[in-house]
């Protein structure tokens, strides 16, 4: 299957001296892949760039929340493949020059970037129309999900679950755990691991039901069978979607001191959180990994 060379170089797996109980935590450290501020989107828009390019698109067009990875990444991509991208970026309450957070600034960076703002409850209609819209203009737009939420993206992590297999190679894995958004990472993560070990996303936005749907929805696509028999694991999150308070403040600055390493406060410090509580109440979890994803500029 092509796709575009985004990553210059293997994510390392590693150790972390912070423990709970007698459990040992490995971190996958795709916050440090090399492209644009790195993350799980990279590996997903390895093999959509590839198919952006196949179809001669002049433009990418997609959408995502103002904290998301998603469009830094798309915006970067459509720089690098030098073509045009207009983001739609959704929000709840309002949104001005105060409240952009990190990631969608450094989407405003790309000159060749478009942004549109619209309320989450209007979006369906608002996308339809804006696309509606390029159509009649003719112009040859490339449409991506929010997240990037296709089987073809999943396909990225499908690749990396046998990378961490073989970094991994003679410890025996219980679980691995990782933030849940649209499900498409989770499910590449599911999919490539074919059965070998448990998957566990913690989900920063959606409902577990919702999360749940969109993985099995793709997993049935990547197999191309309704009978995939795969074991889809969501835990929930107390913490809402883009907020903080002192116990994730602590996670953050825990690993900090122990390991040297930051989590950004709305993907991975909740679900390493989470991860946490939920080793606590499974002791007979030996050795797990975290699939760190990136967000880095959420930090600040």
């Not at 835990?235 to 953050?252: A, D, F, V």
Request: net charge negative.
């Amino acid at each position: 299957m092509d796709k575009v060379h985004l990553i210059n170089s293997t994510t390392p797996v590693q150790k972390l001296n912070y423990k709970i109980g007698n459990t040992n935590i490995y971190m996958k450290r795709d916050d440090l892949i090399d492209f644009a501020f790195g993350g799980n989107k990279v590996r997903l828009f390895e093999y959509i760039a590839a198919d952006i390019l196949k179809k001669n698109a002049d433009k990418i067009i997609t959408f995502g929340s103002l904290h998301s990875n998603h469009v830094r990444v798309a915006a970067v991509v459509a720089t690098r493949l030098g073509i045009q991208c207009d983001i739609i970026v959704l929000f709840e309450d309002s949104v001005d020059d105060n409240s952009i957070p990190p990631n969608l600034k450094l989407v405003s960076y790309c000159n060749n970037t478009h942004i549109e703002y619209c309320e989450t409850r209007k979006a369906h209609d608002f996308i339809d129309e804006y696309l509606a819209e390029q159509n009649s203009l003719g112009i040859n737009f490339y449409w991506i999900p929010g997240g990037g939420h296709t089987a073809l993206a999943a396909q990225g992590y499908r690749e990396a679950a046998i990378e961490i297999l073989e970094q991994t190679h003679g410890i025996n894995l219980d679980a691995m755990f990782l933030p849940c958004g649209t499900g498409t990472t989770q499910a590449g993560l599911i999919n490539g691991l074919e059965h070998k070990v448990p998957v566990y996303g913690v989900t920063v936005a959606r409902s577990i039901e919702r999360c749940h749907n969109e993985i099995e929805y793709l997993l049935k696509q990547m197999t191309a069978s309704a009978a995939t028999n795969y074991e889809i694991n969501v835990l929930p999150c107390e913490i809402c979607y883009g907020e903080e308070n002192s116990l994730l403040n602590t996670t953050i600055l825990h690993l900090v001191q122990t390991d040297g390493i930051f989590l950004d406060p709305v993907y991975n410090a909740k679900s390493f959180l989470t991860m946490t509580q939920f080793i606590s109440n499974h002791p007979e979890l030996k050795d797990v990994v975290y699939i760190n994803t990136g967000g880095s500029p959420n930090l600040f």
